[in-house]
């Protein structure tokens, strides 16, 4: 899992930030982000560890170790990740050198995985949490933004008032002395539909099938199983041109990019 989903699908763009973790092989996570505070908890994720060095050690000395890497707080939410088998002596193997803290934190999450359990972290403030992606993906750490999709559904303006092209004309329009020069758009200028061709940006956003389309398509795709079309308890709902999405924050990530709690 990821917070700050840099690989994350990104169908919609909207402002925001949170972090959590990456890997190659598993979701991943990076920080939720909520201003300077952010900005510490990325800069010690980032910072340079020359090498580590740990054979079956247990998993609170990862813990341990992470909080003397910077002025950072650290909360392991331990009995969540004991429900999924992942105690603080789960042992973990990692070797690394020429490295960051953040490479090196993935691998030791990535190594106390247990079965379907995932563990990763998420940011917010200057404390980093870490547990199992389940217990972040919980109803109520369910997290609601609204995106604006007006760019995406930008509607395509109706020319049936254009003016016609007069090819016969043009043809024969001529260039003798007094000749009468015959206009190529015949017509005079461009006429206005009929009122009722108008629609109100309202109107058209109250009946365009585009917007649930594009619902469907998240759902679809997107974590299938949470969204409450399929029996799950989040939710996308559409007002004007906008969707109003809640989620977890893994979610929001996958769907629109890095995220801010507001």
């Known amino acids: 899992m990821r917070i700050r989903c840099l690989t994350g699908l990104g169908l919609l763009v909207a402002s925001g930030s949170v972090l959590g973790q990456t890997s190659s092989s598993t979701p991943t996570a990076q920080p939720a982000a909520r201003g300077a505070d ?131 004309a043009a043809s024969q329009g001529g260039g003798g002395q007094g000749g009468q020069t015959a206009q190529l758009f015949g017509g005079g200028g461009g006429g206005g539909g009929d009122d009722d061709d108008q629609q109100t940006g309202q109107e058209f956003e109250q009946t365009n099938p585009a917007l649930d389309a594009l619902r469907l398509v998240i759902e679809d795709t997107i974590a299938p199983t949470t969204w409450d079309t399929y029996g799950g308890k989040a939710s996308i709902r559409v007002f004007n041109r906008q969707l109003i999405i809640r989620n977890s924050i893994d979610v929001h990530e996958k769907i629109g990019g890095r995220f801010v709690i507001e």
């Open 38 to 168: 952010t900005a510490l908890l990325v800069s010690v994720l980032n910072q340079r560890v020359s090498e580590v060095a740990w054979e079956e050690e247990p998993f609170e000395k990862v813990i341990d170790w992470l909080q003397t890497q910077g002025p950072i707080n650290v909360v392991p939410h331990w009995k969540a990740m004991e429900l999924e088998g992942i105690t603080r002596d789960t042992l973990v193997t990692v070797n690394l050198r020429d490295t960051t803290v953040r490479e090196v934190v993935n691998q030791a999450l990535e190594w106390v995985r247990e079965g379907t359990a995932v563990v990763t972290f998420q940011g917010t403030g200057n404390t980093l949490r870490i547990s199992t992606q389940n217990d972040f993906n919980r109803e109520e750490n369910f997290q609601v933004k609204v995106y604006d999709v007006t760019d995406i559904l930008a509607r395509i303006p109706d020319f049936r008032g254009a003016p016609e092209i007069d090819i016969e």
